[in-house]
């Protein structure tokens, strides 16, 4: 059995309603009235989640958080309160609180969030501890991680269909194999399919299967993926490059909740959750007709975005660590990163993600003469990697520089600064993005529509960069006009 919930509230029957409840979902529950009794009672023992009002007796049940904080760092808070004002709802949010209930509020999403917040906690401390368990590889505990295990959470227990957006490497599949395994389907299957794969023609047949002759070649009835998925989970990686005709048929199939299956006459219904995912921006997609805007709305119930690695700071140590244990299971040597090691990877880009870092990891792993892997080790693989790598997709190879010209350019500005490692991306976006922004309104003559598109970028994005970049786009105009 988990730890008791700890239960701070001081109206008697709230209190008696609440823990009721718990109860009845086979939680114990400690119940206690102030700020002082709570963190005495912190303090001799451990507990899976808090729930707590924000006007108690002796204080503010949101301020002191810090306290708890300080005690149980990895204690799920869940606020409950009659100050229900925005600015309650705020506070509570910055302090890291799991969820936030203003009174009147419902008891079974009361119930709901601490039962989630309660499974959170247990399958986010598995991947830190030790060697990591391989079942739920999510690993990381910056802020932004944080907020996608929050967003997890609230959709293990029901159906909703949830839309995974990140840049290429970093989890997206993760995400959908560990909603499929904490959620209430996780006794089903786990059927994945990469819709880009798959060749135009196929892709229906795929998806909904098809009858025997259906077509040439069909010599037999075939089970397409959502059958396949029966009673578990349909994850549809890669949505964003869905051909147009079959986006229509998956449409259909959400909106009526049956697929038919190709040549066939027979409705089957649908019994499997969706999760789809894409690496691509859909708005731009959907704006040039690419991708329908009604199957964005079916896919885009609950939308889980994934920050990039370089957005989540002191992961990368957790990842390489637990990487280079994952290296050594698979039978490569056992390798450690020393301090200045780690230091050094946390300044790189990684511009693949985690997918770049674990195929990095594994190569230290293996070529690494030392168990204790230190700054040099990983410098010189950095080294070799760069000389050998291939240009980068679509660079534009003419003699007259192009792509080239520019990697030059890089190399030299990182020779001549030498930004502090941590802050390298930042430094060289910094250095990068006037010249850049300069160069597109003197190409568009000072039109900031049209220079905001051939960026991809929105027009008010592009003003505000203009404005803290003190470039003035009136005078290219000028100069166009003149």
């Known amino acids: 059995m988990s730890a008791p919930v700890l239960l701070v509230e001081d109206d008697i029957s709230i209190a008696v309603v609440i823990t009721t409840a ?5 939680l114990k529950v400690v119940r206690c009235d102030t700020i002082a009794e709570r963190d005495r009672l912190l303090a001799c023992e451990n507990y899976s989640a808090l729930v707590t009002d924000v006007v108690l007796k002796d204080g503010d049940g949101i301020g002191t958080l810090d306290e708890v904080r300080a005690r149980q760092p990895n204690l799920p808070v869940i606020v409950v309160s009659a100050q229900n004002t925005l600015d309650t709802a705020v506070r509570a949010s910055d302090t890291g609180a799991f969820e936030y209930f203003p009174k009147p509020f419902d008891l079974d999403e009361l119930v709901r969030a601490v ?25 990381g505990r910056s802020n932004a991680m944080q907020a996608v295990y929050r967003m997890i959470t609230r959709v293990l227990r029901n159906d909703l269909t949830v839309l995974i957006l990140g840049e290429s490497g970093t989890g997206k599949e993760l995400v959908a194999e560990a909603i499929h395994k904490l959620g209430q389907r ?95 921006d859909l708005a731009p997609l959907i704006e040039t007709g690419r991708f329908r805007e009604d ?15 370089r957005e989540r700071g002191d992961d990368v140590d957790a990842l390489a660590s637990h990487f280079l244990a994952q290296a050594a299971r698979d039978g490569l040597p056992r390798r450690n990163l020393s301090k200045d090691g780690a ?10 993600n985690v ?16 168990e204790i892997v230190d700054r040099s080790a990983v410098q010189a693989l950095l080294a070799d990697e760069a000389a050998t790598a291939p240009p980068p997709s679509g660079a534009i190879m003419a003699e007259s520089g192009g792509i080239n010209d520019l990697d030059n350019a890089l190399h030299r500005w990182l020779a001549a600064n030498a930004p502090e490692p941590g802050q390298i991306y930042a430094k060289a976006i910094a250095a ?19 220079a905001a598109r051939m960026l991809g970028i929105n027009r008010n994005t592009l003003r505000k960069r203009l404005d803290e970049l003190d470039i003035d786009p009136d005078r290219f105009t000028a100069r166009t006009r003149g």
């Open 355 to 370: 997918r770049e870092l674990k195929n990095f990891v594994y190569r230290l792993a293996l070529l690494a003469r030392e």
């Open 186 to 280: 996780s006794r089903g299957p786990f059927v994945a399919v990469n819709t880009a794969a798959i060749p135009a023609d196929l892709i229906e047949s795929e998806l909904f299967g098809h009858e025997k002759g259906a077509f040439t070649g069909a010599f037999a009835r075939h089970i397409g993926k959502f059958e396949q998925a029966r009673g578990g989970t349909l994850f549809l990686d890669e949505i964003g490059d869905m051909p147009m005709q079959a986006q229509t048929r998956l449409l259909r199939a959400l909106q009526s909740g049956t697929i038919l299956r190709v040549g066939g006459r027979e409705e089957v219904p649908i019994d499997a959750r969706i999760v789809a995912a894409t690496n691509k």
């Open 295 to 309: 199957l964005f709305y079916r896919l885009n119930v609950v939308p889980i975005q994934l920050p990039p690695l």
């Open 22 to 26: 718990l109860e009845d979902e086979g």
């Open 432 to 450: 990068f993005e006037k010249p850049l922004l300069t160069h597109m309104l003197d190409t568009t003559g000072g039109n900031q529509l049209r």
């Open 343 to 352: 230091a050094l990877l946390r300044a790189q880009p990684w511009r693949g």
């Open 115 to 139: 039962t989630a917040a309660i499974g959170n906690a247990e399958a986010e401390a598995k991947p830190l501890e030790g060697e990591g368990d391989p079942a739920l590889p999510l690993v």
